[in-house]
């Protein structure tokens, strides 16, 4: 896969040097002051994702914006542990060390061998999480059912639930959400983070995909199309309102069996710091503006015109 260099990365090595008290080139000065661990982890995240493969829209997706479900963002109101700010139908959550999660909500969509999710998010100025976290995406980890914590039954095996927090895929299970990496004054890294399966085992996902801006609002698109059970031919696509497409892989083995259970059946909320290093300091502050799935590729132009509306209010 041919890879592209962010046109922001140079720029930014330049600003962490001088945040991080780093001389000329990037090299420490004889008597350099101290700095703390988490802006140098920060920087190198950032510099990972901020190289990005060059992406194309897939054969099989198809451009269909037909509504399948909209997420407003209401719906984190109902999470007491995690408490949010709401005003004009946009969630706001700032968080404090040691807490690592802003806002979770799994939601329940109708089942689909395809979809699209349109995310609006704006991290704020003093967004500064450390190295790594993960945003919203699809996923199909059997907890968007009711009772969560009831196995699914295929056949007369029980599978529970699976495809996240280090729990391998089963073959029925697995889950697509997305990744940030490290930031920088006005821009924050973005990564693929999936669990899928393959024939010979298990394994979970870390692929660049460049950066979103901080301090405004923004929105991504991510894409997937379901595997023939067995077969590692199923999709991942993401967009973004800034660069456009910015990933495409077409080998993903999702699942392994061919039932019902196996779909894209969740569209999981989940913001939160973790799964790297956190740091000492405050997380800052994420706004979440809702999200739409769709059958297929939605209307950019539609999606940039929300993202304006939110900007102007």
């Known amino acids: 896969m041919v890879l592209i260099l962010d046109s922001r990365l140079a720029a930014a090595r330049s600003a962490l040097a001088k945040q991080m008290g780093l001389g000329q080139g ?144 089963d073959g029925v299970h697995w889950s697509a959400r997305t990744g940030y990496g490290g930031w920088t004054d006005d821009r924050v890294s973005i990564h693929t983070y999936f669990y899928a399966n393959t024939l010979d085992g298990h394994f979970r996902s870390s692929q660049p995909m460049g950066s979103l801006k901080k301090g405004s609002w923004t929105a991504y698109v991510e894409c997937l199309k379901m595997n023939t059970p067995g077969k590692a031919d199923g999709g991942l696509f993401y967009e973004t309102v800034e660069d456009g497409p910015v990933y495409s892989r077409n080998d993903i083995p999702w699942r392994e069996i061919d039932a019902p259970e196996t779909m894209i059946r969740e569209m999981w909320i989940d913001i939160f710091c973790g799964g790297t290093n956190c740091g000492p300091n405050p997380r800052g502050t994420i706004s979440f503006g809702g999200a739409v799935v769709t059958k297929g590729r939605p209307d950019m132009k539609a999606i940039k015109a929300e993202v304006a509306r939110l900007n102007a209010q």
């Not at 920087?43 to 037909?66: F, H, K, N, Q």
């Not at 399948?68 to 007491?80: H, M, P």
């Not at 709401?86 to 802003?102: F, I």
């Open 26 to 169: 990037g090299r420490q000065p004889p008597k350099p002051t101290a700095v703390k661990r988490a802006p140098r982890k920060a920087a190198r995240a950032y510099e990972r994702d901020a190289i990005a493969p060059s992406g194309r829209v897939p054969a099989w997706l198809d451009s269909d914006p037909t509504v399948v479900q909209k997420v407003d963002a209401a719906v984190l109101e109902e999470d007491s542990n995690h408490p949010v700010t709401m005003k004009d139908g946009v969630a706001t959550a700032s968080l404090e060390h040691p807490k690592l999660t802003w806002m979770s909500k799994m939601v329940a969509i109708p089942a689909q061998s395809k979809a699209c999710v349109t995310v609006y998010i704006k991290f704020h100025d003093d967004f500064k999480p450390g190295d790594g976290g993960k945003l919203p995406g699809l996923s199909n980890t059997g907890m968007g059912k009711v009772p969560r914590a009831a196995p699914e039954i295929i056949d007369g095996k029980k599978y529970s639930n699976s495809a996240w927090g280090g729990r391998k895929p």
